[in-house]
C-alpha cells in the first residue's frame, strides 16, 4: 500500500470551531445521523463550458449536508492550488475544509477535499491509489455527531480504467484492514459503470461494504446514466435514502449530480468510552 507522509498523515489537526456548535466534534450531537453528500465538481467546468467556482458553491449550499466529499477541487496541471475559494464555501455552507493538501494554496489530496462542520479531525492519512494516472484517497476519522464515538470517512476518486479500479480497491480495503473497527463510509466518484456485479471493479468492496449494488444514475448531469457516484457504508454505517440531487443549478454546474444520503452509525461501547 502507497501511504501518503508528510503535513497530513498521523496528526491530530483541529478545525476552526464556531461559538455555536455543539458537541465534541461541533457537528450537531444531538441529530440522530449524519447528511452526507459526495460531487465531482469537474474542476468547477460546468457544462455550458463556463469556469464558476460560484455556482458549485451554490449547489453545495443546495445540499444542507454536514459531510461532504468532492472531486477534481484542484488544478490538474501544473501546482495544483485550489479552485474554490474557501472563505467563500465557509460563508455559505457553513462547511469547512479538513486539511488534506500538501500545498498551502490546495484544498484537496490528488483533488480529493472533505468538507465537515467545524470541530476536530482525529486523525487523517492521505494515501497514493496504484494505476496509470495520478490518483489518491483522503481518509479521516472524525468524532460522530449523535454518537460518543469516532467514525472514518474515505473519499476517493478512482481511476478510469478496470484493473486500476480493481487495484485501487485493494489499496483501499489495505488500509481500511489496518485501522480500528469503527463504523466506515466511502464516498466519491468510483467511476464503476457496469452493473454486473461479477464484471464490476466494486465487487471487492463488498466483504467490508457487503452489496454494492447497481447504484443511482449521476453522470452526465444534463441526462444521468451511469452511477459512478457512490456512498458506501460498512454494517455500522447504515446508509439511509440514498438520492441524487437534480436541482437546475446542478444540471450546469459540473457534468456530474452530487449524491446525497442520510448515515446512522452504531459506535461500539467501548469506543464510545475512548472517545
Known amino acids: 500500500m502507497a501511504r501518503a507522509t508528510g503535513v497530513a498523515a498521523g496528526r491530530l489537526l483541529s478545525l476552526p470551531r464556531d461559538a455555536g456548535a455543539t458537541g465534541k466534534a461541533g457537528l450537531a450531537a444531538t441529530a440522530p ?30 445540499l444542507g449536508a454536514d459531510l461532504v466529499a468532492l472531486q477534481e477541487v484542484d488544478r ?43 470541530g476536530t479531525t482525529w486523525r487523517l492519512d492521505r494515501l497514493e491509489l496504484p494505476g496509470v494516472e495520478p490518483r489518491g484517497a483522503v481518509i479521516a ?21 478496470r484493473r486500476c479500479r480493481a487495484r485501487q480497491v485493494e489499496t483501499i480495503l489495505d488500509a481500511l484492514t489496518q485501522g480500528a473497527d469503527i463504523p466506515t463510509l466511502l464516498l466519491g466518484d468510483l467511476n464503476e459503470w457496469r452493473r454486473d456485479r461479477t464484471r464490476s471493479s466494486l465487487h ?49 454546474a459540473s457534468d456530474h449530480l452530487p449524491l446525497k444520503a442520510r448515515v446512522e452509525f452504531e459506535i461500539a461501547t467501548d469506543l464510545a468510552a475512548a472517545a
Not at 495544483?80 to 500545498?103: E, I, M, N, Y
Open 33 to 62: 445521523g449524519l447528511r452526507v453528500a459526495s460531487y465531482n465538481i469537474h474542476k468547477c467546468v460546468g457544462t455550458d463550458g463556463k469556469f464558476d467556482p460560484g455556482r458549485i458553491t451554490a449547489v453545495i449550499a443546495e
Open 204 to 252: 471487492g468492496l463488498e466483504p467490508l461494504f457487503g452489496p454494492v449494488g447497481r447504484g443511482k444514475p449521476s453522470f452526465p448531469s444534463r441526462r444521468p446514466l451511469l452511477a459512478l457516484d457512490r456512498i458506501l457504508g460498512c454494517p455500522r454505517a447504515r446508509v439511509r435514502s440514498v438520492e441524487v440531487h437534480d436541482s437546475p443549478l446542478a444540471r450546469t
Open 76 to 118: 490538474r496541471f501544473g501546482r495544483r492550488t485550489a479552485l474554490l475559494d474557501v472563505a467563500a464555501l465557509r460563508q455559505a455552507t457553513g462547511l469547512v475544509a479538513v486539511p488534506a493538501s500538501d500545498l498551502s494554496d490546495g484544498l484537496g489530496w490528488h483533488g480529493n477535499a472533505l468538507l465537515v462542520r467545524p
Open 141 to 161: 476519522e472524525l468524532l460522530a455527531p449523535g454518537a460518543a464515538g469516532p467514525i472514518r470517512v474515505v473519499a476517493a476518486h478512482f481511476g478510469l480504467l
